[in-house]
């Protein structure tokens, strides 16, 4: 990357950071849009965007417009992270229940390999 766009190792390690920053402010719209709006809508919305700017980042050729791809896709990915947990809970009651226990933490531990 910094030899494509020619900038510093600085600049190169930004589209990273809005990423994860992306995460973290998508999380909190999706799992709020979830609750007003539902879940289905939030995912199927938030699958479609997450790809069409996954794939504006990886066509990009210049290195601003790879930042706000990479940004939007994090805010866009969140919403299937976020909302998983939840409708593990939807499927199972996870207190009382050994495949929801197991189920959740799977899920936790799919999360946390992940990143």
């Not at 809508?41 to 290195?63: H, Q």
């Not at 499927?91 to 999360?111: C, Q």
């Amino acid at each position: 990357m910094i030899e494509e766009f020619e900038i510093s190792t600085t600049l190169a390690i930004v589209p990273l950071s809005l990423y994860t920053a992306g995460m973290g402010v998508g999380s909190l719209i999706s799992i709020a849009s979830a609750e007003v709006w539902g879940r289905m809508i939030v995912y199927r919305l938030s699958l479609i965007l997450a790809l069409a700017f996954t794939i504006i980042g990886g066509a990009v050729n210049e290195s601003r417009v790879l930042a706000v791809a990479r940004t939007a896709a994090g805010i866009f990915c969140s919403g299937c992270v976020g909302i998983g947990s939840g409708v593990i809970n939807d499927l199972w009651e996870v207190k009382h229940s050994k495949p929801g226990t197991l189920a959740a933490v799977i899920y936790v531990f799919a999360v946390i390999w992940a990143t």
